[in-house]
């Protein structure tokens, strides 16, 4: 059964990055779920990508619509539980779900509400998006790593997202150890979305030697015992993948945390520190780096 028809819900950067990506080669059958407001607004004032306008199709909860067969999630954690009962209508028993979202918790939330059987695990990685308002800018759109929370063979489901991907040109890897995996871009955003948005302005600031890219890395390691706890087999190795990742960036490219403090939007330090900071307090292991930073955005936050 191939993917045909798709839903996705959350219109930040990694919604019309890939939104942008699948209307270019099937506008009729995207369409993105929100609520009446903000079609209104994005059909006023424009949703746009590197410069053009994304002309997407546009439904609310409340509308009739067909069975999709693949849902991409796109919001923030905050968003998500509302975002699980905005999609009820799309949802039949073949319809895949997908989860953009940064930290360990979305699948197993979506999981819990929809089932894991139709449930691909994912991180994106890799793009330097900048969205101010309506606008968002990039030059590397990054890859969807995918695949089985913990199973070496690709699953069914898994390979009707890998044909739909070649289908639409949206560039991809496939690990089937995605419950790993996850944990590791969790460590990679508690460092990089951190520390740029206390001290640093863009990638470039963590991309040279210095204090920000110590200070980066040691707030990274503080994840590793943690999630050897959880039993997720994290390592230096990571952290050196991850620094690679970091330094192909474009140096003035800006992680999500970073552009939510410059537009004083509330930040996701929850989700970062503040997991690293409580699971820290369940397993008795200290946190230092982790805690400073919790303290230093939430600061900034109460500025607003």
């Known amino acids: 059964m191939e993917i045909e028809k798709v839903s996705i819900i959350g219109l930040g950067a990694l919604g019309i990055l890939f939104g942008d990506l699948i209307f270019q080669k099937i506008s009729s ?3 993105i779920i929100a609520d ?25 909860p409340e509308d009739e619509t067909v069975i999709a067969d693949l849902i991409i999630f796109c919001v923030k954690i905050n968003g998500l539980k509302e975002a699980i009962q905005a999609v009820e209508k799309h949802v039949g028993p073949n319809t895949i779900f997908i ?17 894991e059987k ?12 900048v969205k101010v308002e309506n606008q968002l800018h990039y030059t590397n759109p990054g890859i969807i790593c995918f695949g089985n929370r913990n199973s070496d063979e690709p699953s069914s489901t898994v390979k009707r997202v890998k044909n739909f991907f070649d289908k639409v040109g949206i560039a991809y890897q496939i690990d089937n150890q995605m419950e790993r995996k996850i944990w590791s871009k969790f460590m990679l955003n508690v460092g990089i979305n951190q520390v740029v948005s206390v001290f640093g302005e863009n990638f470039g600031s963590v991309q040279k030697m210095g204090e920000l890219r110590d200070l980066m890395i040691a ?8 999630a050897q706890k959880e039993g997720i087999d994290l390592n230096q190795a990571d952290i050196n993948y991850w ?7 474009d140096a003035k490219g800006k992680p999500s945390m970073r552009q939510d403090v410059e537009a004083r ?5 929850e989700l970062f520190s503040g997991t690293v900071i409580q699971l820290g307090k369940k397993y008795g292991i200290v946190t230092p780096v982790n805690e400073m930073l919790y303290n230093k955005i939430k600061k900034v936050e109460s500025s607003y």
């Open 29 to 31: 059958d995207l369409t």
């Open 36 to 60: 009446q407001k903000r079609i209104e607004k994005y059909k006023t004032e424009g949703v746009f990508c590197n410069q053009k306008r994304c002309d997407f199709n546009y439904l609310s």
């Open 99 to 115: 989860s953009l979202l940064n930290g360990i918790t979305s699948e197993t939330i979506i999981g819990e509400h929809f089932g």
């Open 118 to 129: 139709n449930l691909v695990w994912s991180v994106a990685q890799g793009m330097d998006t």
């Open 219 to 226: 707030a990274m390691a503080e994840v590793i015992p943690l």
């Open 243 to 249: 620094l690679g990742v970091v330094d192909a960036l």
């Open 265 to 269: 939007r509330p930040s996701e330090v």
